[in-house]
């Protein structure tokens, strides 16, 4: 018997008429033949049938019964009624309750065996639409999904960008704000302490430019899908330890950021790898523990030798701070090219969320393993173990060059702050960071302004609230923690204060 042949089930309670039509049907079908509807569902038990036969005048359980529990119980299989009742009320009946067909007895052989075959080819005709529409939703579906991620992808690469070039031009505009303060200051100390903080600021900037410069490379699956030349030096291990410190300091000092330094006596003091990109994988986890740790918390910084084999030392670097911890879900995704392990909280802290895809790269290139630690509410450690060779001479101190433009521009002209007299008015200022706070106060106390802070957007909008009047201009930060320049805006702008100046005007205050 092929195994091709279709199964077909027929119900009927006279035997010759079970014989007759199994002598009929054998040749070309799989036949089951039931003395009864009881006998029938026994034999769907095990037996999945392409069409059912079905008598209506049947003792126990009738067809009419029969097929009410069949569309409950096996809704797909089709059933024809066979019988001799000939009235129209029944055969309306039969179709009513389901049935594809109504056939009577007594039958002609031919007429039933094509109305059979007409069935069946539409039964399997829908069977195969059926597939097709599955094949189809499936389709459709990871289309969405492919859809979805490559939107995702895209937009979580827009706010990376977006988030990168804000530090830079907020560092930027630091440079170039303590270099004017230098220059006009006249203690030689002090223009030091000017110039110092520029430096800080343009070593961070160099980070951030590092990190855009290795963002293509991040989408690869593989690590060794793409080439990543490592510059291997000799250098001072403490000294570049010193400088991560330097430049992550001063956000630390703003926030009363205690700093902890353990470098283990053991680890050799000349060591040999690619200085930069250690240095800028430790300068990122320092900045994403001062940012995510609350005002006058802690950030450890510790380095210990693990193994030392030959000319090679195996170092493990941790970064612990007693900040806002990170749960096991958060920890999973962490290390994902541009994701972040929670939006709100990277709003609320102010942070970017960026970098740490690229550091695992940058220590997997290296050879190395980074790996986190962390409980909710309970601060998080991050922990690099990292394979190098012992160095023996002087170290070198890396350096990285920042190219610029063969022939620049012309610079604009510059209005110094001396020559404005703004005696007598006040603004608002909402800057978040202490740093910028101190560069707008040096630019403008010659003007003789009176300038007060806020340190994000709701204490701005506070602020303006309490005294709408008293504010000639606002000076908006966009980047904030717990409300953005954007937010706090659009609130102001629809407090719809007018001025006394300008009644006319629905609000002719500015924000910059």
Do not use: W
């Not at 303590?178 to 160099?206: P, Q, S, W």
């Not at 994403?288 to 493990?316: H, M, S, W, Y």
């Not at 879900?329 to 969320?353: C, H, L, M, P, V």
């Not at 960071?433 to 707008?440: D, I, K, T």
């Amino acid at each position: 018997m092929s195994v091709e042949q279709k199964k077909i089930i027929v119900v009927d309670d006279m035997p010759d008429n079970l014989s007759a039509l199994r002598n009929t049907l054998k040749d070309l079908y799989e036949v089951y033949p039931c003395p009864s509807a009881s006998k029938m569902f026994d034999v769907l038990g095990h037996v999945h049938p392409d069409l059912i036969l079905l008598d209506v005048q049947m003792p126990e359980m009738d067809g009419y019964e029969a097929i009410k529990k069949l569309k409950i119980l096996f809704d797909d299989v089709p059933v024809i009624f066979l019988t001799y009742m000939s009235d129209a009320e029944s055969e309306i009946k039969g179709l009513e309750l389901g049935a594809i067909d109504y056939i009577r007895k007594p039958f002609v052989t031919p007429l039933l065996l094509q109305r059979i075959k007409t069935h069946l080819a539409n039964t399997e005709h829908k069977a195969e639409i059926k597939r097709l529409l599955e094949l189809k939703t499936e389709e459709v579906k990871m289309r969405q999904a492919a859809e979805l991620e490559a939107e995702n992808s895209s937009r979580a690469k827009n706010d990376l960008l977006s988030h990168m070039s804000h530090e830079v031009r907020s560092q930027l505009n630091a440079v170039i704000g303590m270099i004017d303060i230098a220059n006009e200051e006249k203690d030689i100390e002090g223009v030091k302490a000017y110039l110092e903080k520029a430096g800080e600021a343009a070593k961070h900037i160099l980070d951030v430019i590092n990190n855009i410069i290795d963002i293509p490379k991040i989408d690869t699956p593989k690590i060794d899908a793409y080439k990543l030349e490592l510059s291997d030096s000799e250098f001072d291990f403490g000294k570049m330890i010193t400088k991560v410190v330097d430049v992550t300091g001063i956000r630390a000092q703003e926030k009363h950021i205690q700093i902890v330094v353990n470098i283990s006596p053991d680890i050799p003091p000349m060591v040999i790898c690619d200085e930069l990109r250690l240095a800028q994988v430790i300068i990122n986890l320092m900045t994403n523990a001062i940012k995510f740790t609350p005002d006058n918390g802690r950030v450890q910084l510790n380095a210990e030798k693990l193994e030392e084999k030959g000319n090679e030392v195996t170092i493990k670097i941790e970064v612990a701070d007693s900040g806002i911890g990170i749960s096991p879900e958060q920890q999973e995704k962490i290390f994902s090219a541009y994701n972040q392990a929670d939006r709100t909280i990277a709003k609320q802290s102010g942070g970017a969320g960026m970098g740490l895809a690229i550091s695992k790269r940058n220590i997997e290139l290296m050879q190395g393993n980074i790996s986190i630690e962390s409980e909710l509410g309970k601060g998080a450690k991050f922990i690099i173990t990292l394979r190098m060779k012992k160095g023996k001479q002087s170290a070198v101190p890396a350096t990285a060059e920042i190219p610029t433009e063969s022939t620049p521009a012309p610079p604009p002209p510059v209005i110094k702050a001396s020559d404005l007299n703004l005696q007598g008015y006040t603004i608002l200022a909402a800057e978040d960071m202490n740093f910028h706070r101190e560069v707008l106060s040096m630019y403008l106390k010659k003007t003789g302004v009176n300038i007060d802070y806020a340190v994000n957007g709701k204490e701005a909008v506070e602020k303006f609230k309490a005294n709408p009047e008293k504010y000639k201009l606002i000076l908006m930060d966009i980047r904030m923690p717990e409300m953005n320049g954007d937010e706090a805006t659009k609130i102001i702008r629809a407090l719809n204060v007018k001025s006394k100046e300008y009644p006319h005007y629905r609000d002719d205050r500015g924000c910059f």
